[in-house]
């Protein structure tokens, strides 16, 4: 990546990609309330492959700081920022939500 960031490019991508993530968490709870752990399990290995694309993205920003390039602050980048930790956390949730209908449904 170079040094200019074209900042709506990388923040609609850490957007997109930590929605995908979002809805194919829940949509994996849903799938394991209906008992349907195979579906639930492959839901949530979708949605870490879409969590890697938004963290590689967020991370080539983070590298170019770490290594002294300075940038200017962007409300969008910070907005996208939160969509994926606030995915990541609902993808833990999610996951301990499905180990739970597993043990319920037995």
């Known amino acids: 990546m170079s040094n200019k960031i074209n900042w709506e490019e990388v923040s609609m991508g850490i957007?997109?990609?930590s929605g995908m993530a979002k809805s194919n968490a829940v949509l994996a709870i849903r799938a394991a309330k209906e008992k349907d752990f195979a579906?639930?399990?492959q839901l949530m290995a979708d949605a870490e492959k879409?969590?890697?694309n938004a963290h590689?993205?967020?991370m080539d920003v983070?590298?170019?700081?770490?290594?002294?390039?300075?940038?200017?602050?962007?409300?969008l980048?910070?907005?996208a920022e939160d969509q994926m930790l606030t995915t990541q956390t609902?993808?833990?949730?999610?996951?301990e939500m499905i180990e739970m209908?597993?043990?319920i449904h037995g």
């Open 50 to 52: 879409e969590m890697i």
């Open 77 to 79: 980048f910070m907005h």
């Open 90 to 95: 609902l993808m833990v949730l999610a996951q």
């Open 101 to 103: 209908y597993k043990k």
């Open 62 to 75: 983070v590298v170019q700081e770490a290594q002294g390039i300075q940038h200017d602050f962007k409300v």
């Open 15 to 17: 957007i997109t990609h």
């Open 56 to 58: 590689n993205a967020h």
């Open 39 to 41: 579906k639930a399990e």
